[in-house]
């Protein structure tokens, strides 16, 4: 526990108040009297010194007490005052002070509680300003953000230090592609503030930017460069590099404070090209040699001697030649029509959309009127919406053409779990060998032919197609039936914004990023990156065999919180569950058969916190648990260390108590998640960025001067 000095001050006051009473006595009956007297006196205090001694004590231990209690309800409750007025100040919460210790102490907190609430309605009022104020920058915001979000390609946007500070989903789904195994509990490549040259060669990114930044010097209006390169994982990118400007940079100048990265995952384009090149190169080799045999045959047939035995055989190598030329032109049509097949990838699609822009084609290509009926708005299509519409279109113009039809209804509606998609036309049907031909038949659509029929566009998305005739509306249509977009289908866990509404996957803060190269311990707390983890446990004892089954943390960038950036991993300890602490953490047995062991875990979350500083709540606890599980994983945590137990009793040393759910009471924190890793984590991170200021308050602002306070501490002698 803590020492307070003022309190050992006033229970070693009786023995002074004591010892000042004895010499009291000595002085007045031992020096002012003469020798009669004080002979006297003394034979009277001998007779009743027991009487004499008591009152002493009794008056040293009656003035000791009121000295405590004088010092509890007039010296505590003012410093307690002071510590929860600069909590106040700083964090901005919203709580008000609690009244104790004497009449003034209290009229002073009431006072103080009455000023904080003019200040919380001055400070509404000017929020409600900055918010109407800045109402247009964050309407532009929103709208990056969506644009982000609908790309199709993925974006990467970088500062100068190759720091991330902006990427969307389609990116991440394509660097988690990328890695060689997966992502344990949440571990990306890609993340606000990491490193781009976690997946890219620093040398191949800075030969980019420098051709970006020599091409802006030569006054190029739209600057770009374009490399190849393979990842660890044996993925081939193809990245184009766009520059950002210096919102300062004037009209000629070539400042940057960063750049962008598209990139385009070729590796199965590269492997299409180069299995097409190998067959091409097969048949002109092949087909060099047909060819010689063939054009020698030939010849020597249009010799009118020669005899009808040779000119048999030379017939049989004609016909061999022949059909071998045959068959290799039949594998390198049917491989290069696979491949198309299979460029276009199935999306989600609105199918009024598709819909309409059926419409649309058909109009403007075949110049009939078309419209649509019974289209089901609600319906939403898996389809690879090129090749579908090729397929409509070219069936639209064999009607026109073949049965002269005036008008084309495409009709939409649900048919069990799938989609039908229905070509209409008024007019006689046709026989089956008809639909037949259409189906199987390349499509032709004007001048174009595709290698594709539609067949395959059908076999493309799993689905059905055929003709059928209505007698009674004498109309004839062609059925599609089609994928339905899985709605129900769970969300990637990467993806999902845990208590937020939207993922904030971009902080544009980050172009104003100091210099990464300065010593780490000299830099201002506010500008580094932290991991803020916590650990489930068997139970309170790692020495004594209890091990980690859950892992959880977040990430804190640029002093803000990235509640998106998170790692969440159940772990099997390898061991019982001890039955009373399934109801603190909630986590049973069957929970944890099958995860992944410690020694897998631990690896993806060391490069989860890769380059940052470990923040924890009471981290001597769960460092020890990483510490005893280095060995077995072969990682070793050697990043700085903060913990939120001791920066608190830095920050408010006259508090009573500095558990994870006390401190954030005092900072205003909302506790969500308790007992769970990644909960306690998120509520440690929040409580961790409320005291940032408030040791800056302190004259706290670096690393060293955080880690150097939290040392002198009482509590940081605890260890496990």
């Known amino acids: 526990m803590k020492i307070d000095w003022h309190e050992v001050a006033a229970a070693l006051a009786p023995a002074a108040l004591l010892l000042l009473w004895t010499a009291l006595l000595l002085a007045l009956f031992g020096f002012t009297l003469d020798a009669p007297e004080r002979g006297a006196v003394l034979d009277a205090l001998a007779s009743r010194g027991a009487l004499v001694l008591f009152a002493g004590v009794v008056l040293a231990l009656g003035a000791g007490m009121a000295a405590r209690a004088a010092w509890l309800h007039y010296g505590i409750p003012p410093a307690r005052l002071a510590e929860g007025l600069r909590v106040l100040l700083e964090g901005n919460s919203l709580r008000r002070l609690e009244a104790e210790g004497s009449a003034g102490n209290r009229e002073l907190a009431q006072g103080v509680n009455e000023l904080l609430a003019e200040r919380e309605q001055w400070r509404a009022d000017v929020d409600a300003r900055v918010r109407e104020a800045s109402l247009q920058v964050e309407q532009e915001r929103s709208r990056l953000a969506a644009l982000m979000a609908e790309l199709t390609q993925s974006v990467v946007v970088c500062n100068l230090d190759g720091r991330i500070l902006l990427y969307n989903a389609r990116a991440r789904l394509q660097f988690r592609a990328l890695s060689q195994a997966p992502a344990l509990g949440g571990a990306e490549l890609v993340g606000i503030g990491r490193s781009i040259y976690a997946v890219f060669d620093r040398q191949l990114v800075a030969h980019a930017l420098e051709s970006v930044q020599q091409r802006l010097q030569r006054g190029v209006a739209n600057p770009a460069a374009q490399f190849v390169t393979a990842t660890r994982g044996g993925q081939l990118l193809r990245v184009q590099m766009a520059p950002v400007r210096a919102v300062e940079a004037g009209e000629g100048e070539a400042a940057l404070n960063g750049f962008v990265l598209v990139l385009d995952n070729i590796t199965r384009d590269f492997a299409d090209e180069s299995e097409r090149d190998r067959r091409l190169h097969a048949f002109t080799e092949s087909g060099r040699a047909a060819l010689g045999n063939l054009q020698a045959a030939v ?35 049917e ?57 409509l279109l070219y069936l639209a113009g064999r009607v026109v053409e073949e049965f002269g039809a ?102 544009f803060d980050l172009f104003q990023s100091l210099d990464q190269a300065s010593p780490l311990a000299e830099r201002p707390l506010a500008e580094l990156a932290y991991t803020v983890f916590d650990t489930e446990t068997t139970g309170l004892q790692p020495s004594q065999g209890d091990r980690i089954i859950q892992i959880g943390a977040t990430r804190i960038v640029a002093a803000k919180l990235r509640r998106q950036e998170c790692f969440e991993q159940l772990v099997d300890p390898e061991r019982d569950i001890p039955a009373a602490s399934i109801p603190i953490h909630g986590i049973e047995p069957a929970m944890v058969a099958g995860q992944p062991t410690i020694a897998q875990v631990l690896p993806a979350f060391h490069a989860f916190a890769q380059d940052t500083v470990l923040v924890a709540h009471n981290a001597a606890f769960d460092m020890r648990f990483l510490q005893l599980a280095e060995e077995a994983s072969g990682v070793r945590f050697e990043q700085p260390l903060l913990d939120t137990l001791l920066l608190s009793a830095v920050v408010h040393p006259n508090q009573e108590s500095h558990g994870l759910e006390a401190i954030a009471e005092r900072l205003g924190v909302a506790v969500l998640g308790r007992h769970t890793a990644l909960g306690d984590a998120m509520v440690t991170a929040e409580v961790f960025l409320k005291l940032i200021p408030l040791l800056e308050a302190q004259g706290i602002h670096t690393l060293a001067q955080a880690t150097a306070a939290a040392q002198k501490t009482y509590y940081a002698r605890v260890s496990y």
Do not use: N
């Open 335 to 391: 491989h290069t029509t696979q491949t198309m097949k299979t460029r276009w990838p199935l999306e989600d699609m609105q199918g009024a959309d598709l819909v309409a822009a059926a419409q649309r084609r058909i109009e403007a290509g075949l110049g009939c009127r078309s419209s649509a009926t019974e289209v089901d708005a609600a319906l939403w299509l898996k389809v690879d919406s090129f090749s579908l519409l090729r397929a």
């Open 299 to 333: 010849e020597l047939l249009d010799d009118p001697q020669l005899d009808a035995p040779t000119r048999e055989r030379l017939q049989m190598v004609v016909r061999d030649e022949v059909g071998t030329m045959a068959r290799r032109i039949g594998e390198l049509a």
């Open 406 to 507: 005036r008008v084309v209804q495409l009709r939409l509606q649900p048919a069990g779990g799938r989609a039908q998609l229905d070509l209409i036309w008024a007019g006689h049907g046709m026989s089956t060998e008809t639909v037949i031909g259409w189906e199987t038949d390349p499509m032709r659509i004007g001048d174009e032919t595709s290698a594709l029929s539609v067949r395959d566009v059908v076999e493309r998305h799993g689905g059905a197609f055929w003709f059928e005739r209505e007698r009674v509306r004498h109309e004839s249509f062609f059925r599609f039936l089609l994928p339905l977009a899985e709605a129900g289908e769970p969300l990637d866990p990467g993806l999902v914004v845990r208590s937020e509404s939207r993922p904030e996957f971009y902080d």
